[in-house]
Nanobody, 123 residues
Framework: QVQLVESGGGSVRAGDSLRLSCAAS????????MAWFRQAPGKERDFVAA????????YYADSVKGRFTISRDNAKNTGSLQMNSLKLEDTAVYYC????????????????WGQGTQVTVSS
């Protein structure tokens, strides 16, 4: 089992930045691909970004490419999502996820999920 706890969400203005963190415990964090998904009210859970086990490869949804940066520190069992130039449409609950790997943008390939952290962007 891997337990994931997100933090860092909040309410910001459009154009601001936020940094989300994901603290992992349990099994060896470096064994898992890590990702961030988000879910807005009334919508499906959407892929945001993923990072390989070593951190050497990253993947982004087109909607956040160039604005968000995913990273991880396996020594500290943590992951993060730096979000810059936030837009109104980035408002959602953000979830950290970990899994053995596969098609990185499919939620179903991730076995472990955090409880989510709310990000609200206003004008």
């Amino acid at each position: 089992q891997v337990q994931l706890v997100e933090s860092g969400g909040g309410s910001v203005r459009a154009g601001d930045s936020l940094r989300l963190s994901c603290a992992a415990s349990g099994r060896t964090f470096s064994n898992y691909v890590m990702a961030w998904f988000r879910q807005a009210p009334g919508k499906e859970r959407d892929f945001v970004a993923a990072i390989s086990r070593s951190g050497g490869s990253t993947y982004y949804a087109d909607s956040v490419k160039g604005r968000f940066t995913i990273s991880r520190d396996n020594a500290k069992n943590t992951g993060s999502l730096q979000m810059n130039s936030l837009k109104l449409e980035d408002t959602a609950v953000y979830y950290c996820a970990a899994g053995p790997g596969g098609t990185y943008y499919y939620p179903n390939v991730y076995n472990y999920w955090g409880q989510g952290t709310q990000v609200t962007v206003s004008s």
